[in-house]
């Protein structure tokens, strides 16, 4: 089978991209750690279970929101418990087991830090785009989710 | 000081492109884990002393290479040693400590997982974009790591 390999604009596209996830994740990170405390993944966690109704999901369609390995997912939420942020709750009802929950300090927390998260997001990265960057990114971002959620989870 | 949120384009715009770059890389992480046994992370440094010359950096040139937090590589790196795919060596000769360096094992995982690799890149990202989509992500990539450079790390 021929490998077609990525052609220069491909691959100066895909370096530039990678780079740009990987060093805005990492400055996103420190400005929150520095600001509030919370690292970016706990961040990412809070504001799913915020967004879901009353504040609880349980952990495979947390997994399912944030897409991290399932061992990576644990952890953390066990971390996060540790410091209050969560929590979880058994549902005797109906036998499937637990629910993660935010807690009152995890909500709070969140609050706290989205402020100067947001300002962060604006000052690296939409301060650097015109409206045609922005629609451009989320046109080609939903192509390859839709791609993505065609190919069955390994 | 008010606070400019992100107004709706931005906003479904930011959750597109981050649940792409997070679902992209979970699903790049599980073909390569599967057809090679690298993680995506392993790759991501095998790739960046593979480019060095003589296959080897100093830690904190790979860190900025990767811009991962001190200590998520420094244990990465460990587990990476106790596989064979890298090794350290102790550079006595100016005392500015140890180099980070490929092994063969190291180079020759790296290129039994890349032919792989590129498929599933080319057909998860690549084959979901035009040439416009690509040179707008290049672009856009560009001038957010512009200003990502000026910003001094935390």
Known sequence: MTIRWLDEDEQRAW???????SQLAGQ???QLQADSGLS???YEILVALCDAPDGRLRPYELQRRVDWEQSRLSHHLT????????????????GRGAHVVVTDAGRSALETAAPGHVRAVRRLF???????DVAALHTLSTHVLEQLDQTPPG
Request: with cysteine; charged share 40%.
């Open 15 to 21: 370096r530039a991209f990678l780079r740009m996830q």
């Open 28 to 30: 996103l990170n420190r």
């Open 79 to 94: 971390r996060m418990q540790r410091r209050g942020l969560v929590g979880r709750e058994e549902c005797a009802d109906d």
């Open 40 to 42: 970016l993944a706990d």
């Open 126 to 132: 939409f301060d650097q785009l015109t409206r045609e």
